[in-house]
DNA sequence: CTGAAATGTAACAACATCAGTTACATCAAA
DNA sequence: TTTGATGTAACTGATGTTGTTACATTTCAG
């Protein structure tokens, strides 16, 4: 499977970003950011755009800016970061129409399709049994 | 997420070849496989290898080749299909090593990993559920 | 022992995605 | 008005997926 990192670079980030303001820090920006997960600063600002339009974190431009968080790190799942930052499902069905003449090829799309959406809830409750405090406080006593 | 419908087409594949064997035939080819599948032969006997490398289906070659199950349908979960056809986990950690000098760069890759390792046997224990006996009664049932 | 029909497999093309990078316009506080 | 950050487009390289062609290999039938 194609696994990208998006999720574990996006939860990164916010955990980053909820020590750093716990710390006392106003904003924290990209850079800062960036240095601690190790990549380039747009790579960051690309995913916290799309935390921010899921509700997630904020931006202020101009000087003096950076990021902040929208919620309590104890609001947050791993799910939410999840559906913010990950588009599509995890298993496609036929790239091409199957032969609707064949009685599996007919009715085999659906019947897979059901099994993949308990697989796709499956993974959701998994992922939302973790708050971003959660990992926060493993990450401090893993220290 | 960068879905691909190996699993699908796996499936596919060898529900077609328990259909096709419990009507009397002796063996499929990749080509009538590929028919209802609708893609390449190709494609069908490179998955079917792989298959085959995991114990459940067979191949004969020379005149009047084609495959056969190993296994019956009702004894192959989804699981093990998706075992045989998905090497990678679904998500991956850092594609960088993150800052080791930072307390969340430090400990976050093993706490994910951890909450990944959950993930991926919720995925699992419910692919597990399913057998392709199942897929093959929806299947017939539907039509 | 020869031909036919299938598998086995390498090689390549087309396409998409991901991660990284550069470049630059835009914004807002000091 | 300067400064330091975000916002975002554009491009690259690497990789993965699917489809396709080509051809060697195998084995049964006759």
Not at 14 to 38: D, K
Request: hydrophobic residues 45%; charged residues 20%.
């Amino acid at each position: 499977m194609s696994a990208n990192s998006r999720l574990t670079v996006a939860a990164h980030a916010l955990t980053w970003i909820g020590l750093y303001q716990r710390r006392g820090h106003e904003v924290a920006t990209s850079e800062q950011i960036a240095t601690s997960v190790n990549t380039n600063p747009v790579v960051i600002r690309r995913l916290l755009a799309q935390l921010r339009k899921a509700g997630l974190a904020d931006s202020r431009r101009g000087a003096g800016a950076g990021w902040t968080l929208s919620r309590e790190l104890s609001t947050i799942t791993l799910l939410d970061v999840y559906e913010a930052v990950e588009p599509g499902p995890v298993f496609a069905l036929h790239p091409a129409t199957p032969d609707h003449e064949c009685v599996v090829g007919h009715g085999i799309g659906p019947v897979l399709g059901t099994v993949y959406d308990g697989v796709e809830a499956a993974l959701r409750a998994e992922l939302a049994r973790t708050t971003l405090e959660d990992v926060l406080r493993d990450v401090l006593n893993s220290a």
